[in-house]
């Protein structure tokens, strides 16, 4: 009778153990990937008449207030935006453990009224691309270059948050400093 039971175990094992895999490799999958298009994000955010983009260049004291927000060398010349006599939207990109992930921010009154995962490119901390997570930002404000909003983290998605919470205050400056321009 023991002789039967050990393949019985072994075959249990590589099922449990196969079944891990499976799934491991499903979740992975399903982390990477465009949530939603830079053109329906805007169609949301301006109610589907979208402005024409305009580009913010990166001057030097520009350039350092940027940096400083995000913690590192923003690499591009300029960032696009789109604006009308209300709202502005923002298409960021920032890198959360090793790839970009990209985000929509839209800004009326100083204050998110919007805030989107669109890209995901990371294996791990995709859950911040549910509302439980990006309705925190909903309301937030820039103070003294901190998020008026606490933030609470995602487990197992640390480097995403962080991102997407450098990426908001950028977002919020950016609006701001447009606002400013004559």
């Not at 921010?105 to 009224?113: D, M, P, R, T």
């Amino acid at each position: 009778m023991p002789a039967l039971v050990m393949p019985f175990k072994l075959n249990i094992m590589k099922y449990i153990f196969f079944s891990l895999l499976f799934f491991f490799c499903i979740s992975i999958s399903h982390a990477k990937g465009v949530y939603k298009t830079e053109e329906n994000f805007l169609k949301e955010v301006f109610n589907q008449t979208v402005p024409p983009s305009q580009s913010l260049i990166l001057k030097k004291d520009l350039r350092k207030s940027v940096n400083q927000i995000l913690g590192h060398r923003y690499s591009g010349l300029r960032i696009k935006y789109w604006q009308n006599e209300n709202t502005s939207a923002w298409i960021l990109e920032e890198i959360g453990k090793d790839e970009l992930i990209t985000f929509g921010f839209a800004i009326k009154e100083k204050k998110i009224s919007q805030a989107e995962v669109l890209i995901f490119r990371e294996t791990r901390g995709w859950e911040i691309k549910y509302p439980a997570f990006t309705s925190q930002f909903i309301g937030g404000q820039l103070a003294n270059n901190k998020l008026t909003k606490n933030i609470d983290g995602v487990a197992g998605a640390t480097l995403s948050v962080w991102a997407m919470t450098s990426v908001a205050k950028l977002a919020l400056f950016l609006d701001e400093y447009v606002k400013k321009q004559p």
